[in-house]
């Protein structure tokens, strides 16, 4: 009986670890979202350039601390090549 209550508390140990670590890992965490926000505008600067158009992709992280500003100054960055991108295929249409 030791045995499987040792075995069984060792089981749930594990997983509440392993829980733990895959919620800190999380998509949501602050640091994923300014990956996402980055990888976005690098694949949207991409996408221009492949269509020819000069794009500036440089990003003034200066006054940005924290993870929630950082992420922001990456989602207007977005929100202007976004614009740049609309207002190309409005001229092509």
Do not use: C, W
């Not at 980055?38 to 924290?66: F, Q």
């Amino acid at each position: 009986m030791k045995t499987f209550t040792k075995s069984t508390l060792a089981v749930i140990t594990a997983a509440l670890l392993s829980t733990s670590a895959f919620a800190i890992s999380s998509e949501d965490s602050p640091i994923e979202q300014v990956r996402t926000a980055k990888a976005g505008v690098e694949a949207l600067a991409t996408t221009l350039k492949n269509e020819g158009v000069a794009v500036d992709t440089k990003v003034n992280l200066d006054g940005a601390r924290t993870y929630a500003q950082k992420e922001a100054v990456y989602q207007a960055k977005y929100s202007e090549l976004q614009a740049q991108f609309d207002a190309i295929h409005q001229q092509n249409s």
